[in-house]
């Protein structure tokens, strides 16, 4: 085998844009339809891992992607006789608009592999993460398969840490649990002293009356030496 040969990979010309965040490139290629030519798979069902949300690194690559979902395939599953699907909506119905979002917040599992709070506080995405807090209430404290709640999801992001905040505060004022570990013990200050650049976060949950300073984790550890050992890397 050639240097350079192998698999090729199977994520698309959008992922890659969407992960760059350049909305106005995007939307170019969006409306030529240009991403045909050289998406291989036109009949393509995104996975969860693969789908262009997973890698999109701002809002507004979000709020495009979903502008133009139904061209590119992207929420497979809706029932395309609803009213709420047809591409119409995107032009000047906000009813109809409001209804399609609804409708991807309850699939958003299918199409991501986590709750859209989780997406949203994972990333930052304050405006996706206020309509979900607003309708799928439910999914305030619901965790992941490593017991990480919205809440811990937000503590730990690498993007966007001014917005994470913000989601923090979103999430505690609709009564989130502040101090809930994940299946290691980790408890959302435990992580947050774990991320890089992430110290207004950390100030955040230490001025929290109802994070517990001394939790220990499965190690019996506190945030105190994952503190020292940040600091010496």
Excluded at 48 to 59: D, G, K, R
Excluded at 79 to 100: G, H, L, Q, R, Y
Excluded at 125 to 135: L, P, R
């Amino acid at each position: 085998m050639r240097v350079g040969e192998g698999r090729k990979s199977s994520r698309t010309l959008i992922s890659h844009l969407a992960e760059f965040g350049d909305a106005i490139l995007l939307r170019k290629l969006l409306k030529t339809g240009q991403y045909r030519q050289i998406q291989h798979d036109k009949s393509r069902v995104y996975k969860a891992q693969l789908s262009p949300l997973h890698y999109a690194s701002t809002e507004a690559v979000v709020e495009l992607l979903k502008e133009f979902a139904q061209e590119i395939g992207l929420f497979v599953g809706l029932a395309e006789d609803d009213a709420a699907t047809k591409p119409s909506i995107f032009v000047s119905d906000e009813s109809s608009k409001t209804i399609f979002s609804q409708q991807i917040i309850e699939y958003w599992p299918r199409f991501i592999g986590q709750s859209c709070l989780a997406y949203a506080a994972e990333r930052g995405f304050e405006q996706v993460a206020k309509f979900a807090i607003q309708h799928v209430s439910h999914t305030i404290n619901k965790a992941d398969s490593q017991g990480r709640t919205p809440f811990c999801l937000a503590t730990q992001g690498r993007i966007n840490h001014p917005s994470r905040l913000v989601i923090l505060k979103l999430l505690l004022g609709a009564r989130a649990s502040p101090d809930t570990p994940d299946v290691h013990g980790s408890s959302p200050l435990h992580l947050s002293v774990s991320t890089a650049f992430n110290e207004e976060i950390i100030q955040f949950l230490a001025s929290i009356n109802k994070v517990n300073l001394e939790y220990r984790d499965n190690q019996g550890l506190t945030t105190l030496p994952k503190t020292v050992d940040k600091n010496r890397n």
